[in-house]
């Protein structure tokens, strides 16, 4: 079933996919919602870190960072902690250690730090009032002063001005986490098959990072529909969040403008837009495909569970992550490069982490890579 969808005065027809299973996220329209209402609490600081203060917080309640010049105080929250101890050099095992039984501790070695070591850093927060999140003030990213912001809302707007030119377009799932954007577009128009019956389809993953974590990327991917998984593949363009060093004049702490950002986002987002548009293009989606063949018929694995756990090592898995995608290998009935990376991907849409699901399925598109290469055939040979 078709539908409108109006976001960012942007109209965008989604249609619907029938049988589509990939990895649960937010609906188009959902995601609307959370970026508008996310743009309207950001608040973001350029501080001089001697006027800022850790307040080690009450029982369960997190600690809370006090900015100067009225600002007030803002619960650390995801990736905010760890980036204030890695920028201060405090191994984080420690810190975790004082988080649970040292709070004041804690706060006096983080303020004797800021004060000792200053800097200007960059305090990314959210400011909701009234019944949003029960008015909640969060301090979310502690960063360089360098750091180039390019927010959600407005990689989701340029994001879906550019898959709006691709003929059909649907966007299956997407999602916010702590840490990432992420969307996820199908090109059904643009599909083949593996071997006979086992269809692919083109698309593209945008992932962007409001906190430091990563850069802009885009992905190409590849959408099998027989099992509804997702592959990443082995190219993926990145824009990094890093421009000029800030200036703070004289304040100790002061709001940082939109419009400073106004031209040099003009450019950024064009460029966005172009990425997107060539990640799902038909001659780049027919060297994936030929790709694809290669790897279903790449050498089978010798040893299983051997060769899993070999190529599990390569990409990184956990032993959990590793022992669910052998059941999927064996159950795909596939011991061929194409087996492998389909048993990745398909385990990827069981974990509980979206961040992680996708990083899962990406790496399908690191073994595709793989098919035709001695690096495979050292995989299936593994003893």
Same mark, same amino acid.
């Given at each position: 079933v078709a539908?409108?969808v109006?976001?960012?005065k942007?109209t965008?027809v989604?249609n619907g996919?029938k049988?589509?299973?990939?990895?649960a996220g937010? $609906?188009? !329209?959902?995601?609307a919602?959370?970026?508008e209402? !996310?743009?309207?609490?950001?608040?973001d600081f350029l501080?001089?870190?001697?006027?800022?203060?850790?307040l080690?917080?009450?029982?369960?309640?997190p600690?809370?960072?006090h900015l100067p #010049?009225g600002?007030g105080?803002?619960?650390?929250?995801?990736?905010?902690?760890?980036?204030?101890?890695e #920028?201060?050099?405090?191994p984080?095992?420690y810190?975790?250690m004082l988080e649970?039984d040292?709070r004041?501790?804690?706060?006096? *070695?983080?303020n004797?730090l800021?004060r000792?070591k200053?800097?200007?850093?960059?305090?990314?927060?959210?400011?909701?009032?009234g @019944?949003?999140? /029960? /008015?909640?003030?969060t301090a979310?990213?502690y960063l360089s002063d360098r750091y180039?912001?390019?927010d959600?809302?407005?990689v +989701?707007?340029?994001?879906?001005?550019?898959?709006?030119d691709i003929?059909?377009?649907?966007i299956p799932? $997407?999602q916010?986490?702590d /840490?990432y954007?992420?969307?996820?577009?199908?090109?059904?128009?643009?599909?083949g098959?593996v071997?006979s019956?086992?269809i692919?389809?083109a698309g593209?993953?945008?992932?962007?990072?409001e906190?430091?974590l990563?850069?802009?990327?885009?992905?190409?991917i590849?959408?099998r529909?027989w099992? $509804?998984?997702?592959?990443?593949?082995?190219?993926k363009t990145?824009?990094?969040?890093v421009g000029?060093?800030q200036e703070? #004049?004289?304040?100790a702490?002061?709001?940082?403008s939109d419009q400073?950002?106004?031209?040099?986002? !003009?450019?950024?987002?064009a460029?966005?837009?172009?990425m997107?548009? *060539?990640a799902?293009?038909e001659?780049k989606?027919? @060297?994936?495909?030929?790709?694809?063949r290669v790897a279903a018929?790449s050498a089978?694995?010798?040893r299983p569970?051997?060769?899993?756990?070999e190529? /599990?090592k390569?990409m990184g898995?956990t032993?959990?992550?590793?022992?669910?995608?052998l059941r999927?290998?064996i159950?795909? $009935?596939?011991l061929?490069?194409?087996?492998?990376?389909?048993?990745?991907?398909?385990a +990827? !849409?069981?974990h509980? *982490?979206? @961040?992680?699901s996708m990083?899962m399925?990406?790496m399908g598109g690191?073994?595709?890579?793989?098919a035709?290469?001695?690096?495979?055939?050292?995989?299936?040979s593994a003893?």
């Amino acid at each position: 079933v078709a539908r409108v969808v109006c976001y960012a005065k942007l109209t965008l027809v989604v249609n619907g996919t029938k049988g589509t299973t990939m990895k649960a996220g937010l $609906s188009l !329209q959902e995601l609307a919602e959370n970026l508008e209402r !996310q743009n309207e609490a950001k608040r973001d600081f350029l501080v001089d870190t001697r006027e800022l203060t850790l307040l080690p917080g009450d029982g369960e309640a997190p600690a809370e960072l006090h900015l100067p #010049n009225g600002a007030g105080e803002f619960e650390l929250v995801g990736v905010a902690p760890r980036q204030i101890s890695e #920028n201060l050099k405090m191994p984080a095992k420690y810190w975790d250690m004082l988080e649970a039984d040292h709070r004041s501790l804690l706060a006096h *070695s983080v303020n004797t730090l800021f004060r000792e070591k200053p800097s200007t850093r960059m305090v990314r927060c959210l400011d909701y009032t009234g @019944d949003d999140n /029960g /008015g909640t003030k969060t301090a979310r990213a502690y960063l360089s002063d360098r750091y180039m912001r390019r927010d959600n809302y407005d990689v +989701a707007k340029a994001a879906l001005a550019a898959l709006s030119d691709i003929p059909e377009v649907t966007i299956p799932t $997407s999602q916010i986490t702590d /840490g990432y954007l992420h969307m996820t577009a199908l090109a059904p128009k643009i599909e083949g098959e593996v071997k006979s019956g086992d269809i692919v389809q083109a698309g593209v993953r945008i992932r962007n990072s409001e906190v430091g974590l990563a850069a802009l990327s885009v992905e190409p991917i590849l959408y099998r529909l027989w099992c $509804s998984n997702g592959c990443g593949t082995w190219e993926k363009t990145r824009i990094m969040h890093v421009g000029g060093r800030q200036e703070m #004049n004289d304040e100790a702490v002061r709001v940082m403008s939109d419009q400073t950002l106004a031209l040099d986002d !003009q450019a950024f987002f064009a460029k966005l837009g172009d990425m997107i548009r *060539s990640a799902v293009d038909e001659t780049k989606f027919n @060297d994936f495909l030929i790709q694809m063949r290669v790897a279903a018929d790449s050498a089978p694995m010798e040893r299983p569970q051997t060769a899993m756990e070999e190529l /599990g090592k390569r990409m990184g898995v956990t032993e959990d992550e590793g022992e669910n995608i052998l059941r999927h290998l064996i159950e795909g $009935s596939d011991l061929s490069c194409y087996g492998a990376l389909n048993a990745f991907t398909r385990a +990827a !849409q069981d974990h509980t *982490s979206y @961040d992680r699901s996708m990083e899962m399925e990406s790496m399908g598109g690191r073994i595709l890579a793989m098919a035709g290469t001695r690096e495979w055939e050292a995989v299936a040979s593994a003893r």
